[in-house]
């Protein structure tokens, strides 16, 4: 598969600027903001998942629903972008601002609100709501927007994000599972864990650019994956217990990988500057 290519930044680009043969057509232009506006409907899942959240009785599974819809949203709208060369055709509009503001509300805010409401973590008795449970969320979500905010959080060129890459939804997703198997510690420690994890200068693979031979692997492993979080989904909050620790597979795979490949290319790194200097 071959890599995306890089479009020249839009504030550096002006309709004036294109040779006139090469200007969009008004129907060009119309794609490209339409994609705009497919990114920014993510938001429209966002507000429904927040109000199943506020809701007088959360059904999680719905929320997970209107969550997964956005994911899908977040997924096609890159290529459709760059298939309308959206940065020169509608450069007036920022995309990557949009994704962040709706990535941010469905991969970070959305889940740890349901989480909180739910009762999921300790303090509030399993009843949800409590300002206790605030403060297990409230760290998280800060350093979600440090992370969101970070200009050097995603590595392209070495296939890397820094940091945990702030997929709260899914760690919301096994909280309510773990929740009803054992408790609230286990996804109480997950959230402590990756928490810190999301300032700290650790790199997690970016999935589809990582490093050849690991691409493809990574790739189907995560496609098999969301087939279990989809099973998961259907006997929510009470699955299988196989099927819970089967899903855990490729997230353990994922994260050992990542630290595998962060310290070789730290390793390649410091063997580089070090034969450059000599």
Same mark, same amino acid.
């Given at each position: ?9 839009? %504030? ?8 006139? #043969?090469? %200007?969009?057509?008004?129907?060009? #232009? ?6 705009? +506006? ?5 938001? +429209?899942?966002?507000? !429904? *998942? ?5 809701? @007088? ?7 997970? !629903? ?5 994911? !899908? ?13 959206? /940065?020169?055709? *509608? ?6 601002? $949009? ?17 909180? %409401? ?34 050097? @959080? ?16 899914? $760690? ?36 589809? !650019?990582?490093?050849?031979?690991? /691409? ?24 299988? @217990? ?6 855990? +597979?490729?997230?353990?795979?994922? $994260? ?6 962060? +310290? ?15």
């Amino acid at each position: 598969m071959t890599e995306p290519a890089v479009e020249p930044d839009a %504030r550096t680009i002006s309709e004036a600027a294109v040779p006139p #043969k090469e %200007r969009p057509t008004a129907g060009q #232009k119309l794609a490209a903001y339409a994609v705009h +506006v497919f990114t920014a409907s993510g938001v +429209v899942f966002a507000l !429904l *998942a927040a109000a199943e959240v506020a809701s @007088a009785s959360p059904r999680p599974k719905l929320v997970f !629903l209107y969550l997964a819809i956005q994911v !899908l949203i977040d997924a096609l709208d890159g290529p459709m972008a760059r298939a309308v060369h959206i /940065k020169i055709r *509608a450069p007036r509009i920022d995309g990557r601002t $949009i994704d962040d503001i709706v990535d941010y509300l469905t991969y970070t805010f959305v889940p740890l609100l349901l989480v909180w %409401r739910m009762g999921w973590l300790p303090g509030d008795g399993g009843g949800g709501g409590g300002t206790a449970g605030i403060w297990w969320i409230a760290p998280a979500m800060v350093a979600s927007l440090f992370g969101f905010a970070n200009t050097a @959080a995603k590595d392209e060129a070495g296939g890397f994000f820094l940091g945990f890459p702030s997929y709260w939804n899914i $760690i919301a997703f096994y909280c309510g599972i773990w929740h009803a198997m054992a408790g609230p510690w286990p996804g109480a420690i997950v959230v402590v864990a990756l928490t810190i994890l999301t300032v700290l200068p650790v790199r997690f693979i970016y999935p589809n !650019l990582a490093p050849r031979p690991w /691409k493809m692997p990574t790739m189907i492993g995560a496609l098999i994956w969301v087939v279990l979080l989809a099973w998961l989904w259907t006997d929510y909050t009470t699955p299988p @217990a196989w099927l819970m620790w089967a899903s855990l +597979v490729y997230p353990a795979f994922y $994260i050992a990988l990542s630290a595998w490949l962060d +310290v070789r290319s730290r390793q390649i790194s410091a063997t580089t500057g070090s034969s450059g200097s000599g």
